[in-house]
């Protein structure tokens, strides 16, 4: 998909500037109104601002089962990222950190986590800024850039070390498919994965072989549920088109 005219013009450095500016300004609600309660009011600044600014060229019909087994592929794969994502963290000499039990958090981290993050800053960083970068760079260049600028805001190491090689394969995702629903549902599900299973897994979750070979298989059946016409679309379709 080639860029937007208005997209060449800066416009998603401008709203690059304006979310990192929501991020930072719910850093500074923190004492006043608690961490988690400055993460969901910036976040849902941030996902009002990219869907105020949404162009509506770019809408696309939600997939539902595509987007279901995308979401599946996140949740299961989860357990396979974390072992990665240790071993390379280690392996960079970064110090071990104090794990997150399961389904720790308010219902407002929740909330942020689950449903606000993965949709904002998927609409930002591979809706938005990829498609620009892709045409200006090259889309090697584009997916390692839109993935350290997904990383940079998580400020702690290990985060954005995590967010760095899940952003590598996010963009990779976008560019095969140029669905950003793919991308919000796998992100959600690896987002509640954490949640529900702790940092590192604890429970509910498969050795790091089996989740990434299920994580794989249901990523491979959500791009085929992605390029399988619906019965609406085929019955749509003139019956010169269905036997043409």
């Given at each position: 998909m080639a860029p937007h005219p208005t997209d060449l013009a800066g416009s998603p450095l401008l709203i690059l500037f304006?979310?990192?500016?929501?991020?930072?300004s719910g850093t500074l609600l923190r004492d006043a109104i608690g961490r988690d309660?400055?993460?969901?009011?910036?976040?849902?600044?941030?996902?009002?601002?990219?869907?105020?600014?949404?162009?509506?060229?770019?809408?696309?019909?939600?997939?539902?089962?595509?987007?279901?087994a995308a979401f599946?592929?996140?949740f299961g794969s989860y357990p396979a990222w974390a072992a990665l994502v240790s071993l390379v963290g280690l392996r960079l000499g970064l110090p071990l950190r104090?794990?997150?039990?399961?389904?720790?958090?308010?219902?407002?981290?929740?909330?942020?986590?689950?449903?606000?993050?993965?949709?904002?800053?998927?609409?930002?960083?591979?809706?938005?800024?990829l498609p620009v970068l892709r045409g200006?760079?090259?889309?090697?260049?584009?997916?390692?850039?839109?993935?350290?600028?997904?990383?940079?805001?998580h400020l702690e190491p290990w985060n954005m070390l995590g967010?760095?090689?899940?952003?590598?394969?996010?963009?990779?995702?976008?560019?095969?498919?140029?669905?950003?629903?793919?991308?919000?549902a796998q992100h959600a599900g690896l987002n509640l994965a954490c949640l529900v299973c702790g940092v590192p897994p604890v429970r509910l979750a498969l050795g790091p072989v089996a989740s990434a070979a299920l994580g794989a298989i249901l990523l491979a059946a959500s791009?085929?549920?992605?390029?399988?016409?619906t019965r609406v679309a085929a019955s749509r379709r003139s019956p010169e088109a269905v036997h043409g």
């Open positions: 304006g979310v990192w500016t929501l991020l930072a309660a400055a993460a969901l009011t910036s976040f849902a600044a941030a996902t009002t601002l990219l869907v105020g600014t949404r162009s509506p060229s770019r809408r696309e019909r939600i997939r539902l089962r595509a987007a279901t599946a592929a996140g104090a794990p997150t039990p399961p389904c720790a958090g308010s219902p407002a981290l929740w909330v942020a986590t689950l449903v606000l993050a993965p949709f904002f800053e998927e609409l930002l960083y591979r809706e938005r800024l200006r760079i090259g889309a090697p260049l584009a997916v390692v850039a839109t993935s350290a600028l997904f990383a940079l805001p967010t760095l090689l899940i952003g590598l394969m996010l963009a990779a995702v976008y560019l095969a498919t140029e669905s950003v629903w793919l991308c919000i791009l085929r549920l992605l390029r399988t016409p």
